[in-house]
Protein backbone atom coordinates (compact mmCIF):
# COMPACT_ATOMS: atom_id res chain seq x y z
CA UNK A 1 0.00 0.00 0.00
CA UNK A 2 2.78 2.14 0.78
CA UNK A 3 4.84 1.61 -2.63
CA UNK A 4 1.60 2.05 -4.36
CA UNK A 5 1.22 5.78 -2.71
CA UNK A 6 4.83 6.57 -2.90
CA UNK A 7 4.22 5.45 -6.38
CA UNK A 8 0.96 8.08 -7.37
CA UNK A 9 2.57 11.13 -5.60
CA UNK A 10 5.67 11.49 -8.10
CA UNK A 11 3.73 11.37 -11.28
CA UNK A 12 1.07 14.28 -9.48
CA UNK A 13 4.74 16.27 -8.92
CA UNK A 14 5.49 15.77 -12.46
CA UNK A 15 2.27 16.87 -13.22
CA UNK A 16 2.12 19.98 -11.19
CA UNK A 17 5.48 20.68 -12.28
CA UNK A 18 4.61 20.61 -16.09
CA UNK A 19 1.51 22.76 -15.23
CA UNK A 20 3.47 25.20 -13.68
CA UNK A 21 5.73 25.16 -16.63
CA UNK A 22 2.76 25.40 -19.02
CA UNK A 23 1.25 28.43 -17.29
CA UNK A 24 4.87 30.45 -17.44
CA UNK A 25 4.54 29.75 -21.29
CA UNK A 26 1.15 30.74 -20.98
CA UNK A 27 1.84 33.95 -19.12
CA UNK A 28 4.53 34.89 -21.60
CA UNK A 29 2.57 34.59 -24.42
CA UNK A 30 0.20 36.91 -23.01
CA UNK A 31 2.97 39.37 -22.16
CA UNK A 32 3.82 39.04 -25.91
CA UNK A 33 0.79 39.23 -27.32
CA UNK A 34 -1.53 41.52 -24.71
CA UNK A 35 -3.85 40.95 -22.03
CA UNK A 36 -6.99 39.64 -22.42
CA UNK A 37 -10.19 41.23 -21.84
CA UNK A 38 -11.97 38.69 -19.93
CA UNK A 39 -15.72 39.74 -19.88
CA UNK A 40 -15.99 39.48 -23.80
CA UNK A 41 -16.12 36.42 -24.23
CA UNK A 42 -18.96 35.36 -21.82
CA UNK A 43 -21.26 37.91 -23.90
CA UNK A 44 -24.02 36.76 -26.53
CA UNK A 45 -21.85 39.18 -29.16
CA UNK A 46 -18.89 36.97 -28.71
CA UNK A 47 -20.95 33.89 -29.59
CA UNK A 48 -22.32 35.25 -32.29
CA UNK A 49 -19.06 36.27 -33.93
CA UNK A 50 -17.63 32.56 -33.51
CA UNK A 51 -20.79 32.03 -35.23
CA UNK A 52 -20.30 33.99 -38.40
CA UNK A 53 -16.70 33.44 -38.73
CA UNK A 54 -17.59 29.41 -38.74
CA UNK A 55 -20.24 30.36 -41.48
CA UNK A 56 -18.61 33.17 -43.52
CA UNK A 57 -15.23 32.62 -43.04
CA UNK A 58 -14.75 28.23 -42.49
CA UNK A 59 -11.38 27.11 -41.77
CA UNK A 60 -10.37 30.64 -40.33
CA UNK A 61 -8.49 29.94 -36.91
CA UNK A 62 -10.89 31.12 -34.37
CA UNK A 63 -9.61 33.33 -31.64
CA UNK A 64 -9.84 32.18 -28.08
CA UNK A 65 -10.10 35.60 -26.37
CA UNK A 66 -10.03 39.02 -27.12
CA UNK A 67 -6.78 41.54 -26.89
CA UNK A 68 -7.24 44.65 -24.58
CA UNK A 69 -5.91 47.98 -26.58
CA UNK A 70 -3.56 49.84 -24.77
CA UNK A 71 -4.05 53.81 -24.84
CA UNK A 72 -0.94 54.82 -26.39
CA UNK A 73 -0.96 55.46 -30.17
CA UNK A 74 2.71 53.57 -30.41
CA UNK A 75 1.65 50.64 -28.22
CA UNK A 76 -2.04 49.94 -30.26
CA UNK A 77 0.67 49.79 -33.83
CA UNK A 78 2.45 47.14 -31.66
CA UNK A 79 -0.01 45.06 -31.13
CA UNK A 80 -1.16 45.48 -34.89
CA UNK A 81 -4.57 47.70 -34.10
CA UNK A 82 -5.06 50.48 -36.03
CA UNK A 83 -6.88 52.57 -39.19
CA UNK A 84 -9.56 52.28 -40.22
CA UNK A 85 -10.34 51.00 -36.71
CA UNK A 86 -10.28 53.98 -33.59
CA UNK A 87 -10.95 53.07 -29.81
CA UNK A 88 -13.92 56.01 -28.25
CA UNK A 89 -13.81 55.46 -24.38
CA UNK A 90 -16.89 55.96 -24.58
CA UNK A 91 -18.90 53.80 -26.88
CA UNK A 92 -16.27 51.05 -27.84
CA UNK A 93 -14.36 51.02 -31.39
CA UNK A 94 -15.16 52.16 -34.55
CA UNK A 95 -14.53 52.54 -38.24
CA UNK A 96 -13.15 55.33 -40.70
CA UNK A 97 -13.83 54.29 -44.06
CA UNK A 98 -12.41 55.64 -46.75
CA UNK A 99 -15.63 55.54 -48.84
CA UNK A 100 -19.34 54.95 -48.85
CA UNK A 101 -21.41 53.18 -51.66
CA UNK A 102 -24.83 52.68 -52.03
CA UNK A 103 -26.66 49.46 -53.68
CA UNK A 104 -24.68 46.96 -52.35
CA UNK A 105 -26.04 43.51 -50.59
CA UNK A 106 -23.52 41.77 -48.32
CA UNK A 107 -24.53 38.44 -47.01
CA UNK A 108 -26.77 37.87 -43.74
CA UNK A 109 -27.47 35.20 -41.58
CA UNK A 110 -29.88 36.26 -39.03
CA UNK A 111 -30.30 34.25 -35.33
CA UNK A 112 -33.03 34.06 -32.47
CA UNK A 113 -32.76 33.91 -29.24
CA UNK A 114 -35.43 33.08 -26.97
CA UNK A 115 -39.29 32.63 -27.90
CA UNK A 116 -41.72 34.39 -25.60
CA UNK A 117 -39.24 37.73 -25.70
CA UNK A 118 -37.16 37.01 -28.08
CA UNK A 119 -33.54 38.71 -29.32
CA UNK A 120 -32.51 38.93 -32.31
CA UNK A 121 -28.50 38.83 -33.66
CA UNK A 122 -27.46 39.09 -37.64
CA UNK A 123 -24.05 38.58 -39.07
CA UNK A 124 -23.39 40.61 -42.38
CA UNK A 125 -20.57 39.56 -44.51
CA UNK A 126 -19.33 41.62 -47.40
CA UNK A 127 -18.07 45.56 -47.88
CA UNK A 128 -18.04 47.80 -45.42
CA UNK A 129 -18.73 50.77 -47.45
CA UNK A 130 -22.19 49.17 -47.83
CA UNK A 131 -23.35 50.57 -43.77
CA UNK A 132 -23.51 54.17 -46.04
CA UNK A 133 -21.54 56.07 -44.03
CA UNK A 134 -17.75 56.61 -43.57
CA UNK A 135 -17.86 57.09 -39.91
CA UNK A 136 -19.23 53.94 -38.75
CA UNK A 137 -19.73 53.88 -34.77
CA UNK A 138 -22.19 51.48 -32.60
CA UNK A 139 -25.30 53.48 -33.16
CA UNK A 140 -24.51 53.20 -36.86
CA UNK A 141 -23.78 49.75 -37.20
CA UNK A 142 -26.98 48.80 -35.22
CA UNK A 143 -29.45 51.08 -36.89
CA UNK A 144 -27.91 49.10 -40.77
CA UNK A 145 -28.16 45.97 -38.83
CA UNK A 146 -31.93 46.50 -38.10
CA UNK A 147 -32.73 47.87 -41.68
CA UNK A 148 -30.89 44.36 -43.20
CA UNK A 149 -33.27 42.54 -40.97
CA UNK A 150 -36.55 44.26 -41.84
CA UNK A 151 -35.51 43.66 -44.95
CA UNK A 152 -34.64 40.06 -45.31
CA UNK A 153 -38.06 39.06 -42.80
CA UNK A 154 -40.60 41.62 -44.51
CA UNK A 155 -42.08 39.65 -47.43
CA UNK A 156 -43.74 42.39 -50.24
CA UNK A 157 -46.17 39.62 -51.61
CA UNK A 158 -47.64 39.14 -47.56
CA UNK A 159 -48.54 42.41 -45.86
CA UNK A 160 -48.66 39.92 -42.95
CA UNK A 161 -44.93 39.87 -42.77
CA UNK A 162 -44.85 43.51 -41.51
CA UNK A 163 -45.62 43.25 -38.31
CA UNK A 164 -43.39 40.69 -37.65
CA UNK A 165 -40.10 42.52 -39.43
CA UNK A 166 -40.77 45.46 -37.73
CA UNK A 167 -40.44 43.63 -34.21
CA UNK A 168 -37.16 41.44 -35.50
CA UNK A 169 -35.66 44.64 -36.55
CA UNK A 170 -36.50 46.42 -32.93
CA UNK A 171 -35.31 43.36 -30.87
CA UNK A 172 -31.74 43.02 -33.14
CA UNK A 173 -29.27 43.50 -30.23
CA UNK A 174 -26.11 41.72 -31.46
CA UNK A 175 -24.58 42.65 -35.00
CA UNK A 176 -21.07 41.09 -36.25
CA UNK A 177 -19.98 42.94 -39.69
CA UNK A 178 -17.56 41.13 -41.75
CA UNK A 179 -15.55 42.74 -44.62
CA UNK A 180 -13.37 39.50 -45.52
CA UNK A 181 -11.59 41.86 -48.40
CA UNK A 182 -10.41 44.49 -46.36
CA UNK A 183 -9.78 42.23 -43.62
CA UNK A 184 -11.60 43.45 -40.40
CA UNK A 185 -14.18 42.99 -38.36
CA UNK A 186 -16.71 45.01 -36.26
CA UNK A 187 -19.13 43.73 -33.58
CA UNK A 188 -21.99 45.89 -31.82
CA UNK A 189 -24.31 44.65 -29.28
CA UNK A 190 -26.80 46.51 -27.47
CA UNK A 191 -26.66 47.40 -23.31
CA UNK A 192 -29.38 45.09 -21.90
CA UNK A 193 -29.79 47.81 -18.71
CA UNK A 194 -29.51 51.02 -20.40
CA UNK A 195 -30.52 49.91 -23.94
CA UNK A 196 -26.93 51.92 -24.87
CA UNK A 197 -25.44 50.59 -28.45
CA UNK A 198 -21.32 49.75 -28.04
CA UNK A 199 -18.98 48.02 -29.76
CA UNK A 200 -16.92 45.60 -27.53
CA UNK A 201 -15.18 43.89 -30.48
CA UNK A 202 -12.55 44.40 -33.54
CA UNK A 203 -11.64 42.01 -35.39
CA UNK A 204 -8.26 41.57 -37.98
CA UNK A 205 -8.62 38.99 -40.56
CA UNK A 206 -5.46 37.49 -42.31
CA UNK A 207 -5.48 36.81 -46.12
CA UNK A 208 -6.40 33.35 -47.33
CA UNK A 209 -2.79 31.59 -46.82
CA UNK A 210 -2.76 32.20 -43.09
CA UNK A 211 -6.26 32.62 -41.98
CA UNK A 212 -5.69 33.82 -38.96
CA UNK A 213 -8.42 36.16 -36.86
CA UNK A 214 -7.04 38.32 -34.51
CA UNK A 215 -9.96 40.18 -31.63
CA UNK A 216 -9.40 43.13 -30.07
CA UNK A 217 -12.06 44.00 -26.78
CA UNK A 218 -12.69 46.76 -24.89
CA UNK A 219 -14.74 46.25 -21.40
CA UNK A 220 -16.68 49.56 -22.43
CA UNK A 221 -19.06 51.17 -19.65
CA UNK A 222 -21.73 53.51 -20.80
CA UNK A 223 -21.89 56.68 -18.97
CA UNK A 224 -24.95 56.04 -16.92
CA UNK A 225 -27.67 58.44 -15.45
CA UNK A 226 -26.98 59.85 -11.60
CA UNK A 227 -30.93 60.95 -11.81
Do not use: K
Amino acid sequence: MDGAGAGDAEPEGEHARGDRARGERGARARGEQGEFVQDVTGRPVWRLLLRGLGVFLPGWHQPSGALRVPGSTTAQRTYGFGPPAYLDGGSGFGLQLPARRRGLEPAREIYVRGREDPSFGIVIAGPAAAIGTRIVDAGELLRYARRLTFEELFDTADADSVPYAVRAARAVENVVFLDRAAGFGLCAELDAETRTPLCPLFVRLGGRAERTVRAYGVAAQPVRSQS
